[in-house]
Each structure stands twice: as C-alpha cells, then as structure tokens.
C-alpha cells in the first residue's frame, strides 16, 4: 500500500540526497521517494557531493541517506569521520542497506545519526522511516534507543546538572534542539538569527559536554525540567 494515502501532507518543502556509487539504483530510489512523499530527491556519488550551506542559507530542511551496501562498518565509519562531520551537524542523516550483523546502531547513535535502514527494508519502510526522521523522530528500534539512554546515563555526571550554568533562552534553544528543530526553525520561532542559534548551540555543547544534538536530546529528557525549576 502506498504510504501516500495515509498521509494528510507531503514534504514538498524538504529535500532528500541520497549518496552513493550505485547511480540506478539511487536514481530509481529518488524516484520512488519523490512519487511517495513529494519531497525533492537529489542523487550523489559521496558525501563530498553535497553542499554544505551556511547556517545563515539555510532554507529548506534536509535528509542525507548514505548507502552502505559494499562496504565495511570500518571504513564507513571513517567515511563519515572524515567528511560527513559538518554535513552531518548541518542536515539530518541515516544509513540505508546496513548490513544488520555490523551492530552499528549504538555507533550511529553516537554520530548523530538519526536512523538506520538495513538491507532488507522495503522502499514501503524507508518511505514510512523518512516521514518519522522528518517529523523530530529517531528510527531506530525502541530497545535501541533505551539500551543508548543507560549508556548515556550511566556515562553523565549525576551531579553535573547542579555545575551547568544554563541560561533562560540557552534552555529554549535546547527544548527546540531535544524536539528535533532545525537551527532555521528554532531561529523563526525565537526571532533571531540562525548564527545566534548556531552560537546558543555551541555554548550548549560545550555547557552539557555532548558532541551532537542526538546527545543533547537525550542530556535535555534528563535535566531539562530540573534546569527550568531553577529559573
């Protein structure tokens, strides 16, 4: 069944670049996504394809799904490291065709990614998978997810929320980062602009002591409301 019909809207104001070195294969999977969800669907050989706008150009949101299939966790994950790491803090980004026996979820989790679609999934499920990434959601299986939320707890300072000194509007930006926002989002709703927001970001990363804003999601569920009793 196409998921079309069970959507109320489609995301004609998004954009998707699927990366990869197989082009017909990605050339008809852009085709697909684009009929299903009416977003914009770009092909791209590697990550250095894509461009990387600046934070103040920032128009449309964005989705990265970069395709796995030939090669090894290892060096994929150098891939990333190495050119993904702006890209990846600029857009929003999954892998697709994982080879499910790498157990690369909670590594992916770690790089901001926000989902990991395997080799089996069906172009009905990557569909469904882009709808919920577009929506703030993370796909990923729940026990992932909460196998990720007690590494995280465990690795945190339980006394480091009381040492954080968070301002009131450092806490707005961190509510609207934990709810999935873009920076040109939470610059709309806050009436500033998208550098300020990038800055807030910044000082937050470095306040909280996370690397992405997966972990500042996961940091904010945690401390957020004992941050705004505080104020």
């Given at each position: 069944?196409?998921?079309k019909?069970?959507?109320?809207?489609q995301?004609?104001?998004?954009i998707?670049?699927?990366?990869?070195?197989?082009?017909?294969?990605?050339?008809l999977?852009?085709?697909?996504?684009?009929?299903?969800?009416?977003?914009?669907c770009l092909?791209?050989?590697?990550?250095?394809?894509?461009p990387?706008?600046d934070?103040?150009?920032?128009?449309?949101?964005?989705?990265?799904?970069?395709d796995?299939?030939?090669?090894?966790?290892?060096s994929?994950?150098?891939?990333?490291?190495?050119?993904?790491?702006?890209?990846?803090?600029?857009?929003?980004?999954?892998?697709?065709?994982?080879?499910?026996?790498?157990?690369i979820?909670?590594?992916?989790?770690?790089?901001?990614?926000?989902g990991?679609?395997y080799e089996?999934?069906?172009?009905?499920?990557?569909?469904?998978?882009v709808?919920?990434?577009?929506?703030?959601?993370?796909?990923?299986?729940?026990?992932?997810?909460?196998?990720?939320?007690?590494k995280?707890?465990v690795?945190?300072?339980?006394?480091?929320?009381d040492?954080?000194?968070?301002?009131?509007?450092?806490?707005?930006?961190?509510?609207?980062v934990?709810?999935?926002?873009?920076?040109?989002?939470?610059?709309?709703?806050?009436?500033?602009?998208?550098?300020?927001?990038k800055t807030?970001?910044?000082?937050?990363?470095?306040?909280i002591n996370v690397?992405?804003?997966?972990q500042?999601?996961?940091?904010?569920?945690?401390?957020?409301?004992h941050?705004?009793?505080?104020?």
């Open positions: 069944m196409s998921l019909k069970g959507k109320k809207c995301l004609t104001d998004k998707v670049y699927i990366v990869g070195p197989l082009r017909l294969q990605n050339d999977m852009a085709l697909f996504l684009k009929r299903e969800t009416g977003a914009k092909v791209g050989k590697d990550l250095s394809h894509i990387v706008p934070d103040e150009n920032i128009s449309q949101p964005k989705l990265v799904l970069l796995c299939l030939g090669k090894d966790m290892e994929l994950l150098v891939e990333i490291e190495s050119d993904g790491k702006k890209i990846l803090y600029q857009n929003l980004a999954a892998l697709f065709n994982v080879n499910p026996g790498w157990r979820e909670e590594k992916a989790v770690g790089l901001g990614l926000r990991v679609f089996g999934d069906t172009l009905d499920r990557i569909t469904k998978g709808y919920a990434i577009f929506n703030g959601e993370f796909w990923f299986s729940r026990d992932i997810m909460a196998r990720c939320l007690r995280y707890k690795q945190s300072d339980p006394f480091m929320r040492r954080i000194s968070v301002t009131p509007r450092e806490i707005e930006v961190l509510t609207m934990a709810l999935g926002a873009k920076n040109e989002e939470i610059a709309h709703k806050l009436c500033i602009s998208s550098h300020t927001v807030h970001i910044y000082n937050i990363f470095k306040k690397s992405n804003r997966l500042a999601a996961f940091w904010a569920a945690k401390n957020l409301q941050l705004i009793t505080k104020y």
